[in-house]
């Protein structure tokens, strides 16, 4: 899926004092099946960004273009659509649902998409194989180790076959052998012809010779591409 | 269609989650509709009591006004009531209340003749013979061959032997009811000769019953004459007034839950706020959180309004409505163990729901379109 | 005035219901001043966000309106033994006149509801909201309406005194005293037949040929149609539908029907006449609303139109069962 950003701008509390501009004019092109980073320090605007790429928010000015259709000023309802569909969330802290299971907390983002439950089922299951945790698929969350809840947290974010991934700093409550980890299956991910967006400056993701793009970002606007 | 099912069952899940948050919300919930259930269906059983009680009663009750309270009526007023076209008969009546000093409740005292005599299998009440209401046997632990002891109004103590006791499940005509002799009650009460308390006109065509009415107030201008459906009007407008009060009553708790319910369903935990953006975050719509918010105040009403009704329907039938008496029945002290007929209408179901359930889901459409509106980018923030 | 647990139930719901008309009118007014579907500013997203809120409120409005609807009909029921001569809603109802002119209300506005629901359905469907304002607007027309209805309704139940005399459907339905109702339920039996059969007729066939041959006009005939169908329905209940049901000549009444005594038989009756005159009203609507947006519109007519055919179907039958089924016959 190509994604393509237009002189996008985000405004929080806009003609307030606490205005804050968060995205400054920022245009960018993300190929399908590239792995992209998002450098830059903390409140450079990296979530910003990635949210608006993962239609999860709109943009206050500019174009979002998801395979040439312009998303930015779509309603609410369409917007989640899109998202349903397309986007995949792999959250800073994991962001699993408490209480009830592994199995559940996969199958959560299928509920509103009008699948059978044999489909869903069927789905849960082929990424809890993937993901090398069905033997954990009756636990609670909160039962399993980091390792695992990881695992969960990809699981989730890939069980509606998206067309790409997005994280945001996922490695920043990491060790390092479990970001080796993370980085592994991220490649399986773009083994499976997926697009990748990653927010971060953990240098042992930006340097990994599975990325495709570095973009390096600072208050709100892009500095630089690199390699 | 299945993704309601799905959202459903989620939120089925997420109460499960927040058990105890949902318990005490349940339980002031059920609480409410127990209460407001207990006073509808008391209300109703109540009337249908007083319907049934004035099926059997005359069509027309004849009293005579002096000085603007009723006083005996002559019993010569019978003769001029016959003359009138329509009437079958007229007869008079003996009856009164009698404060029994020693368990401190009102007995309502009857008067039979033999011809109208209710007990079974016995020829005729011996004048020192009684027979009493279910209520009067328990407040004076009589049972059939003991004496009941009233005083009389010289303060002579008079005993009568109780002959019969009329069974438990007849209805408040009953109840409180001592049956005496004629003659013995016009002795009791010392009732002058040539007079009777109030006078019973039986008529042939029930349509007939107002303008026989007029036409005796017409002939005889002191008497007042009282329809069959005047007294069940006032009977029943009497429950409903009271019923109304009670609700009124209770507005305040109801107003005090209503607010309960909406700072529970404003005050989001921490939480909970957090489960709500991760759920947009991973697809699901403001719409979706908003029925999932929906189907759970729906089954929390459906779960409360079970348990409050089956609640109020055990406490008004089946153990005689011990926390309503006072506040409803009201009109006598004595009402020990009034079984009262189980019955329910589609209506009081509605007037509940309406009552109840409205306003609760009323008062968590805000919240909860304030709970779907967590912005799913606090999320990854965070 | 009375003071009765259903009157109670009925003032605060609409007390409610009320409160919430209001603020829905409040917010559509700032909806239809500043809305601005191509703008992404605070405003905008504010006012989307509030389109959320006031959909929900109004689902429940409709809800409320629906079951009140029935409540009002039990309750003039339920409170006919206060008044001398009443046997039914109906004396009740007449004892305080306002109360028909309730009931009318709530009908209407059940209907104004449904339609409105109906419209941010279809709106909701689009990604440009085409209709939005005009939406609000009838939420702005609307709103007095419910108001009225409260007023009156607040009126209607202040105005009733226990003991008044008033009379009821022998003498309201007898052939031979003034007023609609009675000329109604008095009017020849046949001529009210054909006049209901005609617009049932009519009505299926309408639905019928827009179903296969698709032609605008016949939209607009068939909620034209629609319209006729629900007073005269009504009118064919009151005149010779429900005297079937009650087999007595006489009994004209057409709220007993209500009653667990004929077998809750007018629930369906009702509900199968209010879907039947909806259905019916949405083909045309949706064509009247639909500004540029590309909803498949065509195919989801033909199904309200085959919904609205059958509904209308379903009515029929169960009014006509008494009359092919029982041994009572009606001269006409
Ligand atoms: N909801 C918000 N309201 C106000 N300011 C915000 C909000 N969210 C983020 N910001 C500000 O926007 C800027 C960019 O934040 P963010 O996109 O989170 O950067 P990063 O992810 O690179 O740390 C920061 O200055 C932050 O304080
Ligand atoms: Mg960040």
């Given at each position: 899926m190509a994604i393509v950003l237009e002189d996008v701008t985000k405004i929080y509390n806009?003609?307030?004092?606490?205005?804050?501009?968060?995205?400054?004019g920022v245009s960018l092109r993300i190929g399908k099946n590239e792995v992209v980073i998002l450098k830059g320090?903390?409140?450079?605007g990296k979530t910003s960004l990635l949210s608006i790429i993962g239609c999860m928010s709109r943009p206050t000015s500019g174009r979002v273009l998801v395979n040439g259709r312009?998303?930015?000023?779509?309603?609410e309802r369409f917007l989640t659509e899109i998202r349903r569909q397309r986007c995949g969330f792999i959250f800073q802290q994991f962001n699993l649902l408490r209480g009830i299971t592994v199995k559940e907390n996969i199958m959560l983002p299928l509920?509103?998409?009008?699948?059978?439950l044999g489909e869903i089922k069927r789905r849960t299951e082929e990424v809890m194989d993937l993901l090398q945790i069905s033997h954990r698929a009756?636990?609670?969350?909160?039962?399993?180790?980091g390792g695992e809840q990881q695992r969960v947290a990809i699981a989730r974010a890939l069980v509606n076959d998206p067309e790409i991934v997005l994280a945001d700093?996922?490695?920043?409550?990491?060790d390092t052998h479990l970001s080796e980890e993370f980085l592994r299956m991220i490649s399986e991910i773009k083994g499976a012809g997926k697009t990748v967006v990653i927010a971060t400056h953990d240098p042992l993701v930006y340097e990994s010779?599975?990325?495709d793009r570095v973009i390096h970002m600072r208050d709100g606007i892009i500095l630089e591409e690199g390699q | 269609m299945r993704r309601h099912l799905f959202i459903l069952e989620f939120a089925l899940s997420g109460l499960c989650r927040r058990r105890y948050k949902n318990l005490a919300l349940l339980v002031a919930y059920s609480l409410l509709i127990f209460i407001i259930s207990s006073i509808l269906f008391l209300t109703h059983a109540l009337k249908r009591e007083a319907e049934l009680l004035l099926q059997s009663s005359p069509e027309i009750t004849v009293q005579r006004l002096m000085a603007g309270r009723h006083a005996l009526v002559p019993v010569d007023w019978v003769d001029t009531i016959v003359s009138?076209?329509?009437?079958i008969d007229a007869s008079p009546r003996y009856w009164g209340y009698y404060y029994d000093p020693f368990t401190g409740a009102n007995f309502t005292v009857l008067g039979v003749r033999s011809s109208e005599?209710?007990?079974?299998?016995?020829?005729d009440l011996d004048p020192e013979d009684c027979l009493i209401g279910s209520g009067v046997s328990e407040t004076g632990l009589l049972r059939t061959g003991d004496s009941l002891v009233m005083v009389d109004p010289e303060g002579i103590a008079r005993p009568f032997r109780v002959a019969g006791v009329f069974s438990t499940?007849?209805?408040?005509?009953?109840?409180d009811l001592v049956v005496l002799k004629e003659e013995t009650i016009k002795r009791f009460f010392q009732i002058p000769e040539g007079y009777a308390v109030d006078l019973v006109v039986r008529v042939?065509?029930?349509?007939?019953i107002d303008t026989i009415a007029k036409k005796i107030k017409e002939k005889i201008p002191s008497s007042r004459p009282i329809t069959r459906t005047e007294i069940l009007r006032t009977y029943e407008s009497l429950f409903d007034w009271r019923s109304g009060m009670v609700l009124s009553m209770f507005i305040g708790a109801l107003l005090a839950f209503f607010i309960f319910a909406w700072d529970k369903a404003t005050g989001l935990s921490a939480e909970e706020r957090r489960e709500i953006g991760v759920l947009k975050a991973i697809g699901w719509d403001s719409s979706d959180i908003m029925e999932m918010k929906f189907w759970e105040g729906l089954v929390l009403s459906s779960l409360a309004y079970l348990t409050g009704t089956i609640t109020g329907f055990v406490h008004v039938?089946?153990?005689?409505a011990p926390l309503l008496e006072s506040a409803l029945?009201?009109?006598?002290?004595?009402?020990?163990?009034?079984?009262?007929?189980?019955v329910i209408e589609v209506y009081q179901l509605m007037v509940l729901l309406f009552l109840t359930v409205v306003p609760y889901m009323a008062a968590t459409i805000a919240p909860s379109w304030k709970a779907a509106?967590?912005?799913?980018e606090e999320v990854i923030r965070s | 005035m009375i003071l009765h647990p259903g009157i109670v139930a009925l003032l605060g719901s609409s007390a409610i219901v009320n409160m919430m008309m209001l603020y829905s009118a409040f917010a559509g007014l700032r909806i239809i001043r500043y809305?601005?579907?191509?703008s992404s500013s605070a405003l905008q997203l504010s006012l989307e966000r509030r389109t959320y809120l006031l959909s929900s409120i109004l689902s429940f409005v409709l809800g409320v309106n629906l079951l009140g609807l029935f409540l009002f009909i039990y309750t003039a029921d339920d409170l006919h033994?206060?008044?001398?001569?009443?046997?039914?809603?109906t004396g009740t109802l007449n004892a305080n006149p306002i109360g028909w002119w309730v009931l009318g209300m709530k009908l209407v506005l059940f209907l104004f509801s449904a339609v409105w629901i109906f419209l941010n359905y279809l709106d909701q469907?689009?990604?440009?909201?085409?209709?939005v304002k005009k939406r609000y607007a009838l939420l702005l027309v609307m709103t007095p309406l419910f108001v009225t209805e409260a007023l009156l309704q607040l009126r209607f139940f202040l105005g009733l005194r226990p003991n008044i005399i008033t009379s009821c459907c022998g003498a309201l339905f007898s052939?031979?005293?003034?007023?609609i109702a009675s000329s109604i339920a008095g009017a020849p039996v046949r001529p009210m037949e054909y006049l209901f059969f005609t617009v049932v007729f009519l009505y299926l066939i309408v639905a019928l040929c827009f179903i296969v041959f698709?032609?605008?006009f016949l939209k607009y005939l068939l909620g034209g149609l629609a319209l006729v169908f629900l007073p005269v329905s009504i009118a064919s209940i009151i005149s010779f539908i429900s005297p079937y049901f009650y087999e007595l000549p006489t009994h004209h009444c057409?709220?007993?029907?209500?009653?667990g005594l004929y077998g809750y038989v007018g629930y369906p009756l009702y509900i199968s006449l209010l879907l039947g005159t909806l259905f019916g009203l949405f083909p045309s609507l949706s064509e009247f609303f639909k500004g540029r947006s590309e909803l498949p519109l065509r195919r989801w007519q033909r199904l309200w139109t085959t919904a609205g055919g059958i509904s209308v179907m379903v009515f029929t039958a169960i009014s006509v069962y008494p009359m092919l089924f029982s041994s009572f016959v009606l001269e006409g």
């Amino acid at each position: 899926m190509a994604i393509v950003l237009e002189d996008v701008t985000k405004i929080y509390n806009p003609g307030q004092p606490n205005e804050v501009h968060a995205v400054k004019g920022v245009s960018l092109r993300i190929g399908k099946n590239e792995v992209v980073i998002l450098k830059g320090p903390s409140g450079s605007g990296k979530t910003s960004l990635l949210s608006i790429i993962g239609c999860m928010s709109r943009p206050t000015s500019g174009r979002v273009l998801v395979n040439g259709r312009d998303v930015a000023k779509l309603p609410e309802r369409f917007l989640t659509e899109i998202r349903r569909q397309r986007c995949g969330f792999i959250f800073q802290q994991f962001n699993l649902l408490r209480g009830i299971t592994v199995k559940e907390n996969i199958m959560l983002p299928l509920y509103p998409a009008g699948v059978s439950l044999g489909e869903i089922k069927r789905r849960t299951e082929e990424v809890m194989d993937l993901l090398q945790i069905s033997h954990r698929a009756n636990f609670r969350v909160e039962q399993l180790s980091g390792g695992e809840q990881q695992r969960v947290a990809i699981a989730r974010a890939l069980v509606n076959d998206p067309e790409i991934v997005l994280a945001d700093e996922p490695t920043a409550h990491l060790d390092t052998h479990l970001s080796e980890e993370f980085l592994r299956m991220i490649s399986e991910i773009k083994g499976a012809g997926k697009t990748v967006v990653i927010a971060t400056h953990d240098p042992l993701v930006y340097e990994s010779s599975l990325v495709d793009r570095v973009i390096h970002m600072r208050d709100g606007i892009i500095l630089e591409e690199g390699q | 269609m299945r993704r309601h099912l799905f959202i459903l069952e989620f939120a089925l899940s997420g109460l499960c989650r927040r058990r105890y948050k949902n318990l005490a919300l349940l339980v002031a919930y059920s609480l409410l509709i127990f209460i407001i259930s207990s006073i509808l269906f008391l209300t109703h059983a109540l009337k249908r009591e007083a319907e049934l009680l004035l099926q059997s009663s005359p069509e027309i009750t004849v009293q005579r006004l002096m000085a603007g309270r009723h006083a005996l009526v002559p019993v010569d007023w019978v003769d001029t009531i016959v003359s009138i076209p329509g009437v079958i008969d007229a007869s008079p009546r003996y009856w009164g209340y009698y404060y029994d000093p020693f368990t401190g409740a009102n007995f309502t005292v009857l008067g039979v003749r033999s011809s109208e005599f209710p007990l079974k299998g016995r020829e005729d009440l011996d004048p020192e013979d009684c027979l009493i209401g279910s209520g009067v046997s328990e407040t004076g632990l009589l049972r059939t061959g003991d004496s009941l002891v009233m005083v009389d109004p010289e303060g002579i103590a008079r005993p009568f032997r109780v002959a019969g006791v009329f069974s438990t499940s007849s209805s408040i005509l009953t109840n409180d009811l001592v049956v005496l002799k004629e003659e013995t009650i016009k002795r009791f009460f010392q009732i002058p000769e040539g007079y009777a308390v109030d006078l019973v006109v039986r008529v042939a065509n029930p349509s007939e019953i107002d303008t026989i009415a007029k036409k005796i107030k017409e002939k005889i201008p002191s008497s007042r004459p009282i329809t069959r459906t005047e007294i069940l009007r006032t009977y029943e407008s009497l429950f409903d007034w009271r019923s109304g009060m009670v609700l009124s009553m209770f507005i305040g708790a109801l107003l005090a839950f209503f607010i309960f319910a909406w700072d529970k369903a404003t005050g989001l935990s921490a939480e909970e706020r957090r489960e709500i953006g991760v759920l947009k975050a991973i697809g699901w719509d403001s719409s979706d959180i908003m029925e999932m918010k929906f189907w759970e105040g729906l089954v929390l009403s459906s779960l409360a309004y079970l348990t409050g009704t089956i609640t109020g329907f055990v406490h008004v039938f089946m153990l005689g409505a011990p926390l309503l008496e006072s506040a409803l029945k009201g009109w006598s002290v004595l009402f020990p163990s009034l079984k009262l007929r189980p019955v329910i209408e589609v209506y009081q179901l509605m007037v509940l729901l309406f009552l109840t359930v409205v306003p609760y889901m009323a008062a968590t459409i805000a919240p909860s379109w304030k709970a779907a509106m967590t912005d799913p980018e606090e999320v990854i923030r965070s | 005035m009375i003071l009765h647990p259903g009157i109670v139930a009925l003032l605060g719901s609409s007390a409610i219901v009320n409160m919430m008309m209001l603020y829905s009118a409040f917010a559509g007014l700032r909806i239809i001043r500043y809305w601005d579907s191509k703008s992404s500013s605070a405003l905008q997203l504010s006012l989307e966000r509030r389109t959320y809120l006031l959909s929900s409120i109004l689902s429940f409005v409709l809800g409320v309106n629906l079951l009140g609807l029935f409540l009002f009909i039990y309750t003039a029921d339920d409170l006919h033994t206060q008044f001398v001569g009443a046997m039914c809603a109906t004396g009740t109802l007449n004892a305080n006149p306002i109360g028909w002119w309730v009931l009318g209300m709530k009908l209407v506005l059940f209907l104004f509801s449904a339609v409105w629901i109906f419209l941010n359905y279809l709106d909701q469907r689009t990604e440009d909201v085409p209709f939005v304002k005009k939406r609000y607007a009838l939420l702005l027309v609307m709103t007095p309406l419910f108001v009225t209805e409260a007023l009156l309704q607040l009126r209607f139940f202040l105005g009733l005194r226990p003991n008044i005399i008033t009379s009821c459907c022998g003498a309201l339905f007898s052939e031979n005293s003034g007023g609609i109702a009675s000329s109604i339920a008095g009017a020849p039996v046949r001529p009210m037949e054909y006049l209901f059969f005609t617009v049932v007729f009519l009505y299926l066939i309408v639905a019928l040929c827009f179903i296969v041959f698709q032609m605008d006009f016949l939209k607009y005939l068939l909620g034209g149609l629609a319209l006729v169908f629900l007073p005269v329905s009504i009118a064919s209940i009151i005149s010779f539908i429900s005297p079937y049901f009650y087999e007595l000549p006489t009994h004209h009444c057409p709220f007993d029907l209500l009653q667990g005594l004929y077998g809750y038989v007018g629930y369906p009756l009702y509900i199968s006449l209010l879907l039947g005159t909806l259905f019916g009203l949405f083909p045309s609507l949706s064509e009247f609303f639909k500004g540029r947006s590309e909803l498949p519109l065509r195919r989801w007519q033909r199904l309200w139109t085959t919904a609205g055919g059958i509904s209308v179907m379903v009515f029929t039958a169960i009014s006509v069962y008494p009359m092919l089924f029982s041994s009572f016959v009606l001269e006409g």
